[in-house]
């Protein structure tokens, strides 16, 4: 019987233990933005792929659309404070969609597919403006972490679908395959007896990271095939996602107009650490 290697399961409980400090911390942070009047909906929308639980504010009259999609683990939740924020109210309406697997949306059995994301939640806009009877002039799709890529693909997916302009926002994201490694934890916890300690959302979030990778690289076609719009934000010190992805789409001689934002000492965290950053970003003309 092969003996199990403490230091790993040591680093995996502390990273555990950190992931819950985050979570907790991120909740108290929600106090200080300008909470505005907009009482926020909840729905379930169907998709091909799976039903889709998913947050809004209120949407009539407004010009742009601003769909939030999270990291891995995570839920549309983590982004709560921004579809509360008053200025933004004002400004967008905002999407807030659990991706399939992970908070309120059903897939069973998961399939830790960036493509199949990608699609249902494309699909769910689609299904969302039809059902409201919405269109905008501007639609932005903002992913965080493991969520940026599978933001692109969802803008690549709808540039040829909704007669909108489509924008993209990489929020701490990784799209260079070449910066995109396994680390030591993510073998660790593919073990079954860690598996036994852990909630099904890091499982699954565990699961993605593994063909991640090679989806990279199967997207840079994609990317030399589109013009749409990119805003790139990141923290200095992102210990997660090295802030190197920032200088992929250059490296690919990118068509579309991209334009970086570095936070300064800023972690992976940034969408809650530095919440008045990134809203001042997403109130800029940029976007």
């Known amino acids: 019987m092969k003996k199990i290697r403490y230091p790993y399961l040591l680093w995996m409980i502390i990273f555990l233990l950190f992931s819950c400090l985050i979570y907790i911390s991120t909740n108290t942070i929600e106090l200080y933005p300008k909470v505005g009047k907009e009482v926020l909906e909840t729905q379930f929308i169907q998709t091909k792929q799976g039903e889709i639980f998913v947050s809004n504010n209120v949407c009539l009259s ?16 983590d982004f709560s404070m921004y579809l509360k ?26 399939v830790p597919n960036l493509r199949l994301q990608a699609k249902a939640i494309s699909e769910m806009i689609q299904i969302f403006l039809e059902q409201k009877k919405l269109s905008f002039q ?39 395959p070449n910066w995109e490694e396994l680390k030591s934890y993510n073998y660790l916890a593919k073990k079954t007896y860690i598996q036994w300690f852990l909630p099904n959302s890091w499982v699954r979030s565990n699961e993605e990271m593994f063909p991640l990778k090679s989806e990279l690289e199967l997207m840079k076609e994609d990317l030399r095939q589109t013009k749409i719009s990119v805003v790139s934000i990141h923290g200095e010190e992102d210990g997660i996602v090295p802030r190197e992805h920032v200088n992929y789409l250059k490296s690919i001689s990118y068509d579309g107009s991209h334009k970086t934002h570095l936070i300064s000492g800023g972690s992976h965290f940034i969408p809650w650490t530095r919440f008045s950053e990134i809203k001042s970003i997403l109130l800029g003309d940029e976007i």
């Open 62 to 77: 407004k010009q742009k659309l601003l769909v939030f999609i999270h990291g891995s683990p995570g839920s549309g939740a």
């Open 85 to 110: 924020e008053e200025d933004l109210q004002q400004k967008y309406c905002m999407l807030a969609p659990d991706r399939l697997g992970f908070g309120k949306s059903y897939q069973n059995p998961f």
């Open 138 to 176: 501007e639609i932005t799709i903002l992913g965080h972490s493991y969520g940026g890529p599978i933001a692109f693909k969802v803008a690549i997916l709808l540039q040829n679908r909704i007669p909108s302009t489509l924008k993209v926002v990489l929020l701490s994201a990784p799209i260079d």
